[in-house]
């Protein structure tokens, strides 16, 4: 957990918080293996959320990590958000993980 603290900013870990408490915690996991860690960003995300709110929530987390994740679905790297991104896959992943 000192890893994904030292990572993370405080926000995230609040929206992370947020996202578990909706349950959308897997979809955002789908989202960021699929299509943007490992430095693939690809044109189209493919994940909609059904709540506006939830995919309000996704696409503030995701930019938090330097992604531009745009309406479309689409996904456009900021800088160099590799670390970041790693970050955030294993958050998600330790929170569905966790979760059940």
């Known amino acids: 957990t000192q890893f994904i603290s030292a990572e993370l900013m405080e926000e995230q870990l609040l929206l992370l918080l947020e996202s578990l408490e909706r349950k959308i915690v ?21 994940v909609i959320f059904p709540h506006e709110e939830e995919q309000r929530l996704t696409m503030e987390l995701v930019e938090l990590s330097g992604v ?5 679905g689409a996904a456009v790297p900021r800088d160099q958000p590799f670390e970041a991104v790693a970050a955030l896959f294993v958050a998600l992943y330790a929170l569905k993980f966790l979760s059940g």
């Open 68 to 72: 531009q994740l745009q309406e479309d």
């Open 26 to 46: 897997s979809q955002q996991l789908k989202l960021v293996r699929t299509h943007i860690t490992l430095g693939s960003f690809q044109g189209e995300a493919g």
